[in-house]
């Protein structure tokens, strides 16, 4: 199996449809402060299994695509749901990358664990220290544990830090041979008590909307245009969500955000070729879009002006 390096793995996120990420889990027992999903030890997990399994199936026929990123919550929480979607997307030849908290590593490690873990491409772990000082974090101890677990099951390690003074060094310590991921704090979820909003800026000074090419699936059949976590977790207008019942929904689904006039406006330009559809300034590129996508929902003059725009785009191919 294909071990997926952390730039081969942001190399596929830059391409269109070869990668989306399956959320798998609203659940988490370790409560993190910063959390920008809000997860919680009883939060809503698969009920329908039924469903659940066509989404899964979706997914892993979806032609183009290479990898799945498994996220949530926390992907080990739902032990029977984790193994089917690895051993699914493993199965249909996409490279699995899991996202984890490695609160599961207390040895001995469970065998299925380490079975899901020998189907995974590659693991990011995450060993901030909300992460693992936290109510009921990994701890240093369990850390070690996980990471001579991913790596004795042969995935490729990629340690997920916060963008704080010395976390880069902090996990090269922890394993010399990983690639470490630095990543800014989230205003999002519980992460909105904790950090700053970002300052109002003209829409003028963001680019595109990249994480078009990220959309994102759920274990309840919720499948959302992006992996903005505040889109992912219900917030955000409806126009950037489909609920899918059936595996072929999903690439139904898929092809309907790639024809909307006002994500191919952002995918390509970003929020500044909605400035007659939308008012500046803006704290995040995705404030500006919620309102451009609500706005263009609720009034078909502004429907008709991005669809002209967007037909008008030379660089058109979606
Ligand atoms: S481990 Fe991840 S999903 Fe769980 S509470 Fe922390 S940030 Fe949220
Ligand atoms: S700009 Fe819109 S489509 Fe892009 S990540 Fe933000 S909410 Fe999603």
């Known amino acids: 199996m294909r071990r997926l390096t952390m730039a081969q793995a942001e190399e596929l996120r830059r ?41 899964v199936a979706g997914v892993a026929s979806l032609p183009g695509l290479r990898a799945v990123a498994i996220t949530g919550g926390e992907p080990f929480v739902e032990r029977r749901g984790l193994i089917h979607a690895v051993g699914s997307l493993a199965a249909a030849g996409k490279a699995v990358v899991l996202f984890t908290s490695g609160y599961w590593a207390r040895p001995p490690v469970p065998a299925w664990i380490r079975q899901v873990l020998e189907l995974t491409s590659t693991v990011y772990l995450s060993t901030d ?3 693992v000082d936290g109510p009921a974090g990994a701890g240093r101890d369990r850390l070690a544990t996980a990471v001579r677990t991913v790596l004795d099951a042969g995935c490729h390690l990629v340690l997920q830090v916060l963008d704080e003074p010395g976390a880069r060094d902090a996990a090269k ?3 010399p041979t990983a690639d470490v991921s630095v990543i800014a704090p989230l205003p999002v979820g519980r992460g909105a008590d904790l950090f700053a909003p970002a300052p109002l800026r003209p829409l003028s000074d963001f680019g595109r909307c990249h994480l078009l090419n990220s959309p994102t699936v759920r274990y309840d059949g919720r499948v959302s245009a992006c992996c903005n976590e505040g889109v992912i977790v219900g917030a955000g207008p409806p126009g950037l969500r489909r609920q899918v019942a059936t595996a072929d929904d999903v690439a139904a689904a898929l092809a309907e955000f790639r024809a909307d006039p006002a994500l191919r ?54």
């Open 265 to 318: 406006l952002l995918g390509r330009h970003g929020p500044n070729a909605l400035s007659t559809i939308v008012d500046g300034p803006a704290r995040t590129i995705c404030q500006a879009c919620w309102a451009g996508v609500e706005r263009i929902a609720a009034d078909p003059k502004a429907l008709a002006v991005a669809t002209l725009l967007a037909g008008a785009d030379p660089g058109d191919g979606a």
């Open 173 to 175: 310590a922890l394993c």
């Open 129 to 131: 220290s909300y992460h």
């Open 15 to 55: 391409v269109p449809g070869a990668s989306l990420a399956f959320f798998l889990t609203d659940r988490c027992p370790v409560g993190c402060g910063h959390c920008s999903v809000s997860a919680t030890v009883d939060g809503p997990t698969i009920r329908d299994w039924e469903l659940f399994t066509q989404v």
